[in-house]
């Protein structure tokens, strides 16, 4: 162990929870401002580019469960900020639909974090985003989080598995 290996173990750690950091407060903000989790916004924000949205394609594009999803529309719809209505194409599907409500709070959220790092990722030389992306796929495997269920949403929280939810 070189001597330099115990000053970069402890800026490695001081940089991971910078970014846990990071992520904690942006949610508390967020929460603040207009009440919602990072990853409801997401699911806000894409109900609303699509204007409407089955609960499956919003599970498959988030990267996370059908029952994640589910739990996460059956807020926003106890908020009234999206509705379920039924498919006008297969009555066997339901689909999502952002309300009045929620477009107001979409205009009045602050700029998701996700976002900010997106803009500074798409920036990054092709070499160094691939580099980026092997490093943090690293980290996630040191911390023994490969298997987990998780969107690409910048949030702290419970984390569920891909086993079956409870």
């Known amino acids: 162990m070189s001597t330099t290996t ?24 967020l929460a603040q401002a207009v ?8 699911v ?21 469960s059908q029952a994640t999803v589910s739990a996460l529309v059956d807020k926003l719809v106890a908020q009234q900020l999206v509705k379920r209505i039924p498919s006008e194409q297969d009555r066997r599907q339901t689909n ?6 929620g477009h107001t709070r979409l205009q009045d959220a602050p700029d998701a974090l996700q976002q900010r790092y997106v803009r500074k990722f798409l920036e990054l030389a ?22 987990l269920d998780a969107s ?15």
């Open 6 to 29: 115990p000053q970069r173990m402890d800026d490695s750690l001081i940089a991971l929870r910078r970014i846990l950091r990071a992520t904690e407060l942006y949610a508390r903000d």
């Open 35 to 42: 009440g919602l989790t990072p990853a409801q916004l997401r």
């Open 44 to 64: 806000l924000q894409i109900v609303d580019e699509k204007e409407s949205v089955t609960q499956k394609a919003l599970a498959t594009q988030m990267g996370v």
């Open 96 to 101: 999502v639909t952002v309300t009045s409500e």
């Open 126 to 147: 092709d070499w160094e985003q691939a580099q980026l992306v092997a490093t943090l796929e690293r980290v996630a495997d040191m911390l023994d989080a490969r298997g």
């Open 152 to 166: 690409p949403v910048l949030t702290t929280g419970e984390i569920r598995t891909e086993r079956k939810a409870e």
